[in-house]
């Protein structure tokens, strides 16, 4: 192959950044010790406002986290041990790991094998008796199946928790993810569409599930500015049940210049990623990711390909990134692993002296969530936090490194034969 790498181009600067006005707003705050409140703070309420505009929901509350949204909503849904809780293997650790804080079980589901949506039938094969509540994540942006999730959510009369961390603003039928569950959760921390830093989002309608989760990490001055006087929750929102969750101010601050954006930027990012996806699509040998008819991706958290070895030689993955990266294409395997790969979900006795989940929690091998092993080993991520602008001439050199590593393949087959 020819020494000087296919791509010279620099990365656009990555994901997130921020305007003088909200660094000036920011500053202002810290130079007059504005940095705390222990009810709402203006900031978090301005948020707290567009996130019910946005989605069209009668609740939100800003929480510090997008772990934190999740760990909320499974308290507020009253979890605990002897519950079983659906959730995907493919996902955060995030989707399933707070449950462990309420002693419930986490049991795994397997996803479609090509775009690592939730594979409905697997999901619907794993209820129990002991079945209380169902996790879906919008995974890489792309909407599950929710009218499937929740015909079987409804015939067991049980919630369902959407994690919508990755899917700001995506769609399916024209509705938000978030807005499709009983309770809908966003991380607005890190590279995320809307970012504060740190921090997260719980959605929802249903007001007891609200005034619940103020319990969890919203306790005294919050909670009791807003429970209604004949609230089941205010005697124990008094002390709250040891979660400090609260969104920091200057997070909603910083997430509040992204949430005005949202859209426009969500317009400009697809384009981008479309764009990448029209260029990988000339290779046989990649799947660019899928997004079914009906749906839309909003923020695209993770541009994720799946490369199929067969079409190229048989050339293994490591090797196939190890060359791309020759090219100076910014790739790599992913770092997540699907759930069933950790050590949580493969050893019972996790070390946490408070968990008894009441029952056989399961632990899980490969054989038993085929299809995620099988996608996790052909992932390739592709440098998406980078890509929230237009990007045509580097984008062409990352399919022309492409080009070069096929040409390569083909070329080392044909001296073998
Ligand atoms: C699917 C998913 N769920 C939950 C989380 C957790 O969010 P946070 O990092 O804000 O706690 C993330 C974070 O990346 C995520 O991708």
């Known amino acids: 192959m020819k020494s000087q790498p296919a791509v010279t181009l620099p990365l656009p600067p990555a994901w997130p950044w921020y305007s003088e006005e909200t660094a000036d707003r920011v500053r202002r705050r810290v130079l007059a010790g504005d ?52 959730v995907p293997t493919y996902t955060f650790h995030a989707t399933a790991t707070p449950l462990f804080l309420l002693g419930a079980s986490p049991v795994l589901y397997d996803c479609d094998p090509l775009t690592a ?22 995974m890489f942006g792309l909407p599950a199946d929710m009218e499937a999730v929740s015909r079987i959510a409804r015939a067991r009369g049980i919630p369902v928790v959407e994690d919508a961390a990755q899917a700001h603003g995506a769609t399916v039928g024209g509705r938000k993810t978030g807005t499709l569950g009983t309770v809908g959760c966003l991380s607005l921390g890190g590279q995320k569409m809307i970012s504060g830093g740190m921090g997260g989002l719980l959605i929802t309608d249903d007001s007891d599930v609200y005034q619940r989760a103020l319990t969890m990490g919203h306790a005294h001055e919050r909670a009791l500015e807003e429970l209604p006087p004949d609230s089941r929750w205010r005697a124990p929102a008094e002390t709250g049940f ?15 210049e992204h949430c005005a954006s949202l859209d426009e930027r969500i317009r400009v990012r697809t384009s981008v990623l479309e764009g990448l996806s029209d260029r990988l699509s000339r290779f046989p040998f990649l799947v660019p990711p899928q997004t079914p008819a009906g749906c839309t991706r909003g923020g695209w958290y993770g541009y994720k390909v799946v490369y199929r070895p067969e079409l190229l030689s048989g050339m293994p993955v490591p090797e196939f990134v190890d060359l791309l990266k020759r090219q100076a294409l910014r790739v790599a395997r992913p770092s997540t692993r699907p759930l069933h790969q950790t ?75």
């Open 242 to 256: 040891g979660g400090n969750l609260r969104m920091h101010p200057l997070s909603a601050e910083l997430a509040l």
């Open 117 to 138: 949506r939730a594979d409905v039938r697997d999901l619907e094969s794993r209820i129990t008796a002991s079945t209380k509540a169902i996790g879906v994540t919008h």
């Open 35 to 86: 940095v705390f409140a222990f009810g709402r703070d203006p900031a978090v309420h301005r948020l707290e406002q567009w996130a019910r505009e946005y989605f069209g929901v009668s609740h939100a509350l800003a929480v510090s986290s997008g772990t934190a949204a999740l760990w909320t909503a499974f308290h507020s849904l009253g979890l605990g041990p002897g519950d079983e809780v659906l």
């Open 343 to 417: 050590w949580p979900f493969q050893n019972r006795d996790l070390g946490l002296p408070g968990y008894d989940p009441h029952g056989s929690r399961p632990v899980y091998i490969d054989a038993d969530l085929p299809q995620a092993t099988e996608l996790y080993s052909h992932t390739i991520g592709f440098p998406d936090k980078h890509l929230h602008v237009p990007a045509d001439d580097l984008l062409d050199q990352y399919a022309e490194g492409i080009a070069r590593v096929a040409d390569y393949a083909l070329y080392r087959r044909e001296r073998k034969d």
